[in-house]
């Protein structure tokens, strides 16, 4: 389950890029300005915004250490802030004066990488804040860049398509035409993987581009033969250019943002799709995940950045077992229980409900006539409403204490489905999400991405009839 907890709306223009650290959030825009946020409750830092850039932001990272904050501009600089106190540090010029559209930290936060417009690559060197070495890309814009967790070698991508490994004196290791239209994001996971002979160490990558697809690599590091970038499989899930993909902390999802407005969540194991999510308005530009926390960040063109909270996937004794990340509903409080009136659409209730006090017990214990009598709804059917969004609230909650069969997960949302539908593909999935997934033009089936051969929607009643006896089963 992925649940929307906040909309992030400071910015007064496209947001290009959003970061993590341990304990803070930092964004940047168009606007020329990078924000800084605590994850503790996801208000502002007194420091923010940083006002140091003279043309739009494009990129900002925060270094392993979380001492450092960079972040790069049409401005043809990379600045760098102390973390703590947002106090400018440097100003990097790029040699070229080229617009600088990314930066990437080393994992040791010894270097800071910087790539531009006109194709050049710098490698800073944090400590002394000065050039350390540069090269240059066949052709393009430089406009994406992934270190691997080892810190031994990065990847950068650029417009025309290619994907390049650099070791970290900046030599070129390979090169690799990876979009035909052009690359536009890549990452790598924090998770390197052997072959269990110790000969090879795997890396995992993922790029996405103008040509609307995710991709997925190997980088493979062998003592003899050096480097070899490995394609694994392409992911189909979205109808327009993807603008970001990111790994989460374990390796084990990716998320991508694209122009269909859309952001997908996949697992990276079988490319299947977990969640899709579609509540910005514009293009989807960035996406990250929380290093530490099972937080989600999503900025758009339409000048909001919103936070996710996700369920955690853990590997337990060779199986994939989901552990529930998110704080029991009778334990919610009062903000918790906004956020969900806020995620279902009924954000018209906050006032009412944290006038009235309530948190996650008192919503579970809500019924008709309290809504009525007590809160004071007049109108029928909003009273109606609300209580139907607590009576699935309170289905969810029963059907959570213990494990759900998998069968009665809808593949695309990974809930309990409440109204099966076959598709042509053969699989089943929750009616709602099967919908939003042809009405965003994708005809491929979301487990197989082959296309389908008919959009017919079958209710599968038999399913729908399991699942009510297992529910009865549940109270």
Sequence with gaps: ??????????????????????????????????????LKDLTELPYSPLKGHTYAVHCCCFSPSGHFLASCSTDGTSVVWDAGDGQMLAV????SSSPVRVCRFSPDSTCLVSGAADGSVVLWNVQSLKLYRSGNVKDGSLVACAFAPSGNFFVTGSSCGDLTVWDDKMRCLCNEKAHDLGVTCCDISSQPVSDGGHEFTYFQMASCGQDNQIKLWLILLADSSGVELKYKCTLNGHSAPVLACAFSNDGQ?????????????????????????????????TCAFAPCSPLLATGSMDKTVNIWQFDLKQASAGNAVEKESKVAVEDWSEDDVSAWLCAQGLADFIGLFKRNNIDGKELLNLTKESLADELKIESLGLRNKVF????????DTRAASVPVPDEFLCPITRELMKDP?????????????MENWITNKRRSSPMTNLPLPSLMLTPNRTLKMAISRWLETQK
């Design 1 to 38: 389950m992925v649940t929307l907890i906040r909309t992030l709306a400071d910015h007064s223009d496209d947001v290009n890029y959003c970061a993590f650290s341990s304990s803070c959030l930092a964004t940047c825009s168009l606007d020329k300005t990078v924000r800084v946020y605590s």
């Design 253 to 285: 999802m990716l998320v991508s943002g694209s122009v269909d407005k859309c952001v997908i969540i996949h697992e990276t194991s079988t490319g299947n799709t977990l969640h899709m999510l579609s509540q910005h308005t514009r293009y989807v530009t």
């Design 388 to 395: 139907q969004k607590i009576e699935a609230l309170r289905m």
């Design 421 to 433: 539908v076959i598709a042509a593909d053969g699989y089943s999935y929750e009616r709602e999400a």
């Design 92 to 95: 990097l010029e790029q040699p």
